[in-house]
């Protein structure tokens, strides 16, 4: 694997952006040398300035400063190796997340002689996870919507009822059943979907009905099933059924 001063590393699949570059500071004067990729993570060129440890240190995050000044502490008292996860702000007001690791040195005397050191910037790869994340669960969610909207419209339709009357069905009976809505509208629009048992549908509905706020209420059109809604379905397993495409487990809905 190419370790050389530049090279991207990536926690996630894809083209990255990453920079990793390497410092020295030295214990005595406090100067700094910074790889390329080190000024530019701080939004320099080499040449532009002179890195010490006070340079570095105005460039965190106001947040982190203290955090990152009592670990230093310790670590120019002590000696040892050290990884901070931190965010500092460029010269162009960016704020970056990077990942800070490095070994500090001690004399016989224990004063601190340098610190050799890498920084990641993590910023451009955790800004692509967020992204596919969040995506992720728009997707999940988009899809659990669809799902209890097909169970609102299948109640709608067998019962005469209003979405809101079907909705408060659905959720009465996730209630009482402690299993997710989502679970229950999955459950409903895969009996719904599936041929080969027309009659499962209107247990299920009856089932419902039962459990509704209003039990047998006049409102409701009678639903053509002479028998209660499968062993298979019933109790908290009702939340493993799912539609085609539906993710109800995975759903907090």
């Known amino acids: 694997m190419d370790r050389s001063p530049g090279s991207p590393y990536a926690s996630c699949p894809g083209p990255s952006n990453m920079?990793?570059?390497?410092?020295?500071?030295?214990?005595?004067?406090q100067a700094m040398q910074w790889s390329d990729e080190i000024y530019s993570i701080h939004g320099y060129h080499?040449?532009?300035?002179?890195?010490?440890?006070?340079?570095?240190l105005a460039h965190k995050h106001p947040d982190d400063l203290p955090r990152i000044q009592a670990i230093n502490g310790e670590l120019f008292a002590h000696g040892?190796?050290?990884?901070?996860?931190?965010?500092?702000?460029?010269?162009?007001?960016r704020e970056h997340t990077v990942l800070t690791a490095g070994e500090a040195l001690l004399d016989d005397q224990g004063s601190l002689l340098s610190v050799t050191g890498?920084?990641?910037?993590?910023?451009?790869?955790?800004?692509?996870?967020?992204?596919l994340a969040a995506r992720d669960a728009i997707r999940g969610a988009l899809g659990t919507r669809v799902t209890i909207a097909k169970a609102e419209g299948i109640l709608m339709g067998r019962l005469g009822i209003s979405s809101t009357e079907a909705f408060r069905l659905l959720a009465t009976f996730s209630n009482n059943r402690n299993i997710k809505l989502a679970g229950v509208a999955?459950?409903?629009?895969?009996?719904?979907?599936?041929?080969?048992?027309?009659?499962?549908?209107?247990?299920?509905?009856?089932?419902?009905?039962?459990?509704?706020?209003?039990?047998r209420s006049t409102s409701y059109k009678t639903v053509?099933?002479?028998?209660?809604?499968?062993?298979?379905?019933?109790?908290?397993r009702l939340d493993v059924v799912q539609a085609p495409g539906c993710n109800a487990p995975d759903n907090k809905i």
Do not use: K, N, Q
């Open 224 to 236: 053509p099933a002479a028998r209660r809604i499968p062993p298979a379905l019933e109790g908290p």
């Open 19 to 29: 920079v990793a570059g390497t410092f020295v500071l030295d214990g005595a004067t």
């Open 80 to 93: 040892g190796h050290v990884a901070i996860y931190h965010r500092l702000i460029d010269a162009r007001s």
């Open 46 to 56: 080499r040449g532009d300035v002179v890195p010490t440890l006070a340079l570095a």
């Open 118 to 131: 890498i920084m990641l910037d993590l910023t451009s790869t955790i800004r692509t996870e967020t992204e």
């Open 186 to 215: 999955c459950g409903l629009v895969t009996l719904a979907d599936d041929p080969a048992d027309g009659s499962a549908v209107g247990d299920f509905i009856e089932e419902l009905i039962t459990a509704g706020p209003h039990p």
